[in-house]
């Protein structure tokens, strides 16, 4: 009763302290640090990931976390976000930020349907709930300063119900759901039924609906389609938050950030700008370093020369002493050492037959079809990509041709002298074996030497090499994964979504390899940029699926 005779003053409240809070937030401008990072350094066993690495994030700030496979971004975002401890360091985020993380590694549980991981966002709100009911049922009993401090707090309280939308729950949940195309998949479906694709849908939609102060997003793009990455675009180009994005997708990182912290060498670099102006700038930067180093050794070369004929002598004994100490006190310039270039060569096998593959009424699916009668077939030579939203059955038809799924009717008949090379879209499972005994099981008959230099070449550092599988990035373990691939004879290549996780120079070389390959290639991708000159087919997998995403 008393709550509700309160209720209009507790409004008012509510009103003054919005307006003060305002007034201030104002005042501070867009200045408001969010999260301070310090003197930050991290390794695995004896392999540093960064050193003493400081950070600083900015209200509004739309930031792309760039580097190469095994820099260690996704390790940063698992710090900052309290999943993992660092080995020396501070991070402080500012107080009552929400912070909102995409990890691809997210366990989504057994039996729980879309709409109940969408509405879980926000649980924190019930929570709040809860907290403002309690407050409520003490004002009757608290001192005039006790309820001051409490209808402050019941202000925070309210105006954060309010921001994130709490008295609209299901309505949000629904319009975000349509946006992704999750209504059409079903809301009452369990989460674990889910395809790569719309599983990251549902943990973006769920995100999303949580409506965070600062979004974490580390390779949002893997597994989408075209349409939702230009969903995702135009959502984060509007976004009024900050953000930290890791992506290797460079038109999508160029249409959205406004500055690029590149991480390198175990150092992290701010740059104001999107990626392409960072190019430029680092480029520069480089070739400055260069310069300034042979400039440097050649000083140095000459330093210890006249030193070493001049030190005996009495007459240029103290010239050659001066010359000495400079060399001493010198700050040496060292150039990091270049990372290896990934460079990926499949190996041709023998001429298939006239066909690869042919199917006729072939009707794909598991419990239920994904498409309808479908007759299709592929010739010798022939380089074709499989495109359309997620869902629909791309990489169904790809483990269907193969035999690893049974058709649920019709036929699918492979065609002679067929030699397969499968890159399969995800590997489940902790894989504790060596990079190098995954290789060598592939390929016992190699040496050492040929093992280590085969991946090498996919752009695998030695440290990498003798590392476990497990402790690897998701683009390191893919290089291992293209390693078995271009080291196998082969004349026809089935790849599944191959770039997700690539850094740049790993998706140019594949690009390249695959140009150059001289078999047939089936690809299932994303990525229109990476794409479009290595097929001279595409196949819109949409023209015959019986779902509507």
Not at 8 to 21: D, F, L, M, S
């Amino acid at each position: 009763l008393f709550s509700r005779i309160k209720f209009a003053e507790k409004q008012r409240t509510i009103q003054q302290i919005q307006t003060i809070y305002n007034k201030k937030k104002n005042r501070r401008g867009t200045h408001v640090s969010i999260l301070n990072v310090e003197h930050l350094s991290h390794g695995f066993g004896d392999r540093a990931i960064f050193q003493d690495v400081s950070f600083r994030l900015l209200k509004g700030e739309h930031i792309g976390l760039i580097g190469a496979n095994g820099e260690g971004k996704s390790t940063f975002m698992n710090i900052i976000t309290g999943h993992m401890q660092p080995d020396e360091g501070k991070v402080e985020w500012s107080k009552r930020g929400r912070v909102g993380y995409l990890d691809q590694h997210t366990v989504l549980e057994k039996g729980m349907t879309i709409r109940e991981v969408l509405k879980s966002a926000f649980s924190f709100l019930f929570e709040l709930e809860v907290q403002m009911n309690e407050i409520c049922d003490h004002l009757g009993e608290a001192s005039e300063d006790e309820m001051n401090v409490m209808m402050e707090e019941l202000g925070t309280i309210q105006d954060l119900l309010m921001n994130h939308d709490f008295y609209s729950i299901d309505a949000k949940v629904e319009e975000v759901a349509r946006a992704l195309g999750l209504l059409d998949i079903g809301l009452e479906r369990d989460v674990t039924d889910l395809s790569g694709g719309q599983r990251t849908k549902v943990l973006l939609g769920k995100l999303l609906l949580e409506k965070p102060d600062i979004l974490l997003l580390d390779e949002p793009t893997n597994y989408l389609d075209e349409e939702h990455i230009e969903w995702l675009k135009r959502y984060l180009q509007d976004y009024e938050n900050a953000f930290i994005l890791i992506s290797h997708d460079i038109p999508f990182l160029n249409s959205v950030i406004n500055l690029v912290y590149h991480m390198e060498n175990q150092e992290l670099n701010r740059y104001v700008g999107d990626y392409d102006h960072f190019q430029e700038v680092y480029e520069v930067k480089k070739a400055q370093l260069e310069a300034a180093y042979r400039r440097q050794q050649q000083e140095i070369s000459e330093l210890k020369d006249f030193v070493a004929r001049n030190k005996a002598r009495v007459s240029t004994r103290n010239m050659a002493m001066s010359r000495q100490k400079k060399l001493d006190k010198m700050d040496v310039i060292e150039l990091a050492a270049e990372k290896p270039k990934p460079e990926f060569h499949f190996k041709y096998g023998r001429t298939p037959g006239k066909y690869i593959f042919e199917t006729k009424d072939l009707v794909i699916g598991y419990n239920e079809p994904l498409s309808r009668p479908v007759t299709l077939s592929m010739e010798r030579g022939n380089k074709i990509a499989l495109v359309g939203a997620n869902g629909i059955g791309k990489t169904t038809l790809l483990k269907s041709i193969l035999g690893l799924i049974p058709s649920l009717k019709g036929s699918c008949e492979l065609g002679e002298n067929l030699q397969i090379g499968y890159f399969e879209q995800e590997v489940k499972g902790d894989n504790k074996t060596t990079c190098i005994d995954e290789i060598w099981a592939e390929f016992p008959s190699y040496t050492q030497y040929e093992v280590r230099s085969a991946l090498a070449k996919c752009g695998l550092t030695t440290k990498h090499i003798e590392s476990q599988v497990r402790v690897l990035s998701g683009g390191e373990q893919a290089k291992v994964r293209l390693c078995k691939l271009v080291n196998k004879e082969t004349n026809i290549l089935l790849l599944d979504e191959p770039t997700n996780h690539l850094d740049v120079d790993a998706k140019e070389a594949l690009k390249q390899a695959l140009i150059e390959y001289k078999g047939s290639i089936l690809l299932i991708c994303h990525e229109p940029e990476f794409y479009r000159d290595v097929v001279s087919q595409v196949w819109d997998c949409s023209k015959w699926t019986t779902k509507v995403l």
